[in-house]
């Protein structure tokens, strides 16, 4: 099932409408869990994410309020963070219900009365149905037996609906998973065009240049203007935009590396989960003990992601605003807005390469753009090609 990011991890659908705790009983399940000391990490691993999530949404309204005092860093950090959605309020509560099921379901007793059945009907083999006592008692040993035929049969209903539901939780975060593996490979590939083409950059360059004649043009009329004076706003100006360029290179090239962070720990997440959920485990282990151990697997795969946080997408600060040109430290901001708001963009509404009329052509031979190279020169250093 494909997924776009408006779309990653979005409500979960489910028919069981009866299973579903009210969020104050996950609340309480989790403090239980924290008192006996049981899933100590998911517990941690969620208040940690919890307060990432209200500092991301703290920063997104200073943002809005007051955009040129914001950390480039954090910017991009959190803005990769919203864009996939790596972190979210629906993944964390997905695996503390799924952990709150395994728990009921772990707790549901088959045993006890299956081996009540067996010693009841092991009791009535030993009666004599001609005496009175014995024949009342095996009346009142055959309603217990139906009793817990009953029961029996009623927890298996509960078992199978549990597991059910353990199952569309498991499918939901690997679905999940996925499509957001695949957002950061789209999205890798259109921050690198965008380094390519460095149209954007172009225009940023271009506003700083005509800023710098703005100011010379007007200070002809107060004073007059030497050629020197020209030639050393002339290198200021140069300065600054090789100045911009590099940073923009650097910035294009962290984001990248935010997204291919993200899109490793979602692929390793994705097969290992993948693994148990359509491997040979998956297939075998359903019933019973065998089941309940297959989940417990799975639960482990789940509380991984919530408590692997990479170290890499946590925010700090650090030496990357170090521009002290107010100009170039705009354009800067503004380059990296244009950059995640690009990626933001779903890739069907972005330019087709392929209807552009100087593309490459690969199977034409009598193509001569500059893209194409034969073999021999392709398979030699640039410094030792031939003239």
């Not at 090239?253 to 693994?275: C, F, N, P, R, W």
């Not at 708001?341 to 052509?361: L, P």
Request: with cysteine.
């Amino acid at each position: 099932m494909k997924k776009d990011a408006t779309t990653i991890f979005g409500p979960r659908v489910t028919t069981r409408k009866d299973l579903q705790p009210a969020p104050e009983e996950l609340g309480a399940f989790l403090e239980q869990m924290r008192k006996q000391g049981t899933l100590m990490p998911l517990v941690k691993g969620l208040a940690r994410l919890r307060l990432l999530l209200v500092d991301i949404d703290a920063f997104e309204q200073r943002r809005r309020l007051d955009p040129g005092q914001q950390d480039l860093r954090d910017r991009m950090v959190f803005g990769v963070l919203l864009h996939t959605r790596f972190i979210n309020e629906e993944l964390l509560q997905a695996v503390t219900l799924f952990h709150y099921h395994l728990r009921t379901l772990a707790s549901l007793d088959l045993e006890s009365p299956a081996e009540f059945i067996v010693a009841a009907e092991r009791t009535m083999k030993k009666l004599n149905r001609k005496r009175i006592d014995h024949a009342l008692r095996m009346v009142r040993l055959t309603e217990m037996i139906e009793e817990r035929k009953k029961m029996i049969a009623s927890i298996e209903a509960q078992s199978a609906q549990l597991s059910a539901e353990l199952w569309s939780i498991a499918w939901y975060v690997q679905d999940n998973l996925v499509a957001m593996e695949m957002l950061c490979r789209k999205s890798i590939v259109i921050l690198v065009e965008i380094g390519l083409e460095k149209q954007k950059e172009s225009e940023l360059i271009e506003a700083i240049r005509k800023q710098f004649k703005k100011e010379l043009s007007a200070s002809i009329g107060d004073r007059q203007i030497t050629t020197d004076a020209v030639a050393k706003v002339k290198h200021v100006v140069d300065r600054l935009t090789h100045k911009l360029s590099r940073l923009i290179r650097d910035d294009v090239y962290h984001l990248s590396q935010l997204y291919e962070v993200i899109h490793d720990h979602m692929q390793a997440a994705a097969k290992e989960l993948g693994g148990l959920l359509t491997g040979a485990a998956g297939v075998k282990g359903n019933r019973g003990q065998d089941s309940i151990k297959l989940f417990q697997r799975i639960g482990e795969a789940l509380v991984s992601l919530i408590t692997n946080y990479p170290r890499e997408l946590k925010p700090y600060k650090s030496a990357l605003d170090t521009t002290t040109n107010a100009l170039v430290l705009e354009k800067r901001r503004e380059m990296v807005d244009h950059l995640l708001e690009q990626v933001g963009i779903e890739r069907r509404r972005r330019s087709d390469r392929r209807t552009i009329q100087n593309r490459r052509k690969r199977k034409d031979p009598n193509y001569s753009g500059s893209e194409r190279r034969v073999l021999r020169d392709r398979r030699k250093r640039a410094g030792r090609r031939e003239s």
